[in-house]
């Protein structure tokens, strides 16, 4: 995978990504985000990533910074009540 690889040529570096799991099946879309930081966390980088994947919002959620833009822009920090529970009240009508 090239962002791997650039990872691995630029340690401790940011890298932005706009949904990565796009198009991806959920098995897939979790494996992506375990292999991107795993490979952050040895080069000692850290990865910024826009998703709608409530695959990839429920792992993050569990170890990592959320921060969700529906109304005010907020964290999410009870690794993944406030996330289901966001999933369930937001409505077609916001998206």
Not at 4 to 26: K, T
Not at 53 to 58: D, G, M
Request: hydrophobic share 45%.
């Amino acid at each position: 995978m090239l962002l791997l690889a650039f990872m691995a040529a630029n340690p401790h570096s940011v890298v932005l990504l706009d949904e990565p799991d796009a198009h991806l099946e959920i098995l897939r879309q979790w494996q992506m985000y375990q292999m991107l930081t795993e490979a952050a966390r040895e080069q000692g980088s850290q990865i910024i990533i826009a998703s709608h994947s409530e695959v990839i919002l429920n792992e993050a959620a569990d170890r990592d910074v959320v921060v969700a833009f529906v109304g005010k822009p907020h964290r999410i920090d009870d690794r993944g009540n406030q996330l289901l529970k966001s999933l369930k009240e937001i409505g077609f009508e916001q998206f």
